[in-house]
Every structure is written in structure tokens, then in C-alpha cells.
């Protein structure tokens, strides 16, 4: 698969696609070419049977992301071409129909539009150094997707401390707020433990994991009685499947399942 973008990298490896933002000298600041870039590679994970679930990283150690370039957003605004839509892209991950689980390996920065790209991940694992922010107001520019959500994943009063001061978290109180799941010391760990994390979902039924994913996003805002209906005919969906036979008859007779995505 090529990217149409030196902004992104892409690897695919043992059902894992790893997804590098590759703009370190900016702290992989998301401008146009590397947002296009990064949807395209989301579109890889969804699409390729080959992988069960995706990563996303940022390249050069010193940051996740620090959000949108606002460079190029001053440069757009000289010339009158201010987009009307933000760069980071139209609709979230899940609008694209991406219901593969996405690990955030986030290692220094995660601040802005690159805090709101690790929103949409699924599990987000951090190390020590990491900073997490929402400072759009100091620039007089509103939050998309975090202003809508972070308030969904955490305490009100911390999603309102966030982004009401535009002040940054360390790794320790995003872990004590919920915000990441896990704190690890370095690099290297955090590769170690992000690997661990993926085999511990490869370990899982992949169709049974796509569909825990989309009825818990599609149904996280509706009364539990509709998110029960919403989920049946999804449930009937993966309990018609191949694997819904093969994961007791694995577990009877005391083996690993043999998955085969049907």
C-alpha cells in the first residue's frame, strides 16, 4: 500500500497497522498533506482484511502531535483561503466507518488536534514526559471533536479545567483522570507495552471486537433501552458467524481459537 504523503508512514506487521505521524521537525503538527495522509492510512486499516487493529504513533520523540499548523492556518488566512473546513478533516474515525481497534502511542506532546486524534483512538498509552491539552482559546480558536467529547470520557469539571484555562496535564493526572489508560517511562516501553495491549485484542474474536466498537460509539449517547435494540441485530450478526462456533469449541477442547473472520 503507498501513502500519497511523506507526512505518513505505514507498516503493516503480524495483523497490527502501525501508522507514524511523520513530521517531527513541526512535532507532526497537522496541516493538510499529513490530515489527507493520515485518513488514508485509517481507510488501509479499515479496509485490509489482513489487519485486525491499527496504531498511531508520532515520529521524533517529542511529540504525539501539537495540533493543527498554525502556520498554515495564518498563511491561509493572508490569502483569503481560509478553509471551511478544519484540516484535521471532516467527521471522526468512526464516521469513516473505522470499527478496528486504534491503539495512541503518545510520547511527548499530545496537545490540540493531536489530543482530539488520540480521542478517537480507543486506548491511549502514554509515556512519563507526555503533556496533554487543549489550548485552541489562547489562540481564539474553538476545539472540534474534543469540545464535543472530551467532557464524554472524563470528569466535567476536568474537561472544563482543560479547555476553559488552556492549560496542559502531565502523564500522571491524565491517567488518574481516565484520560489514558496507561503510564509507561520511555519510548521503548511504550512500544513494548502498546505491542502487548494489541495481542492481548488479537487474542479476541476480530469481528467480535468491531461490533463491541460500534454499538458501544453508536449507542454511548442514546438511553440503554435503544443502545439494547441498536446492538441486536448486530449481535445476531456475529452470533451467525464461523467464529461464534469456533471460540466454545476452542474452549472445550482447551485450545487457542483459530480465527477466520467469518
Request: charged share 25%; proline share 5%; aromatic share 6%.
Amino acid at each position: 500500500m503507498t501513502i500519497s504523503t511523506n507526512t505518513i508512514l505505514y507498516e503493516k506487521r503480524d495483523g497490527v497497522g502501525y501508522i507514524t505521524l511523520n513530521r517531527p521537525d513541526s512535532m507532526n503538527a497537522l496541516n493538510r498533506e499529513l490530515s489527507a495522509g493520515l485518513r488514508e492510512a485509517l481507510a488501509e486499516v479499515r479496509d485490509d482484511p489482513e489487519v485486525i487493529l491499527g496504531v498511531l504513533i508520532g515520529a521524533g520523540g517529542r511529540a504525539f502531535s501539537a495540533g493543527m499548523d498554525l502556520k498554515e492556518r495564518a498563511a491561509l488566512d493572508a490569502q483569503g483561503e481560509r478553509q471551511a473546513l478544519d484540516p484535521r478533516g471532516s467527521g471522526s474515525f468512526v464516521d469513516m466507518g473505522v470499527y478496528k481497534p486504534l491503539i495512541a502511542a503518545i510520547d511527548g506532546f499530545c496537545v490540540a488536534g493531536g489530543l482530539e486524534v488520540s480521542l478517537q483512538c480507543d486506548i491511549r498509552i502514554a509515556t512519563k514526559k507526555s503533556e496533554f491539552g487543549l489550548p485552541e482559546p489562547r489562540w481564539s480558536i474553538l476545539a472540534g471533536y474534543g469540545l464535543h467529547n472530551l467532557n464524554r470520557m472524563i470528569p466535567l469539571g476536568e474537561s472544563l479545567y482543560m479547555q476553559l484555562t488552556g492549560s496542559r496535564i502531565n502523564s500522571d493526572r491524565a491517567y488518574n483522570i481516565g484520560l489514558i489508560q496507561d503510564v509507561v517511562e520511555d519510548r521503548e516501553q511504550l512500544i513494548e507495552r502498546v505491542d502487548k495491549v494489541a495481542g492481548e485484542i488479537k487474542l479476541c474474536a476480530p469481528l467480535a471486537v468491531q461490533a463491541i466498537k460500534q454499538i458501544v460509539y453508536q449507542g454511548r449517547n442514546l438511553p440503554v433501552e435503544y443502545s439494547q435494540k441498536l446492538a441486536i441485530p448486530i449481535s445476531e450478526r456475529v452470533s451467525g458467524t464461523e467464529d461464534s462456533i469456533e471460540g466454545p469449541k476452542a474452549f472445550s477442547e482447551k485450545r487457542k481459537p483459530e480465527w477466520k473472520m467469518r
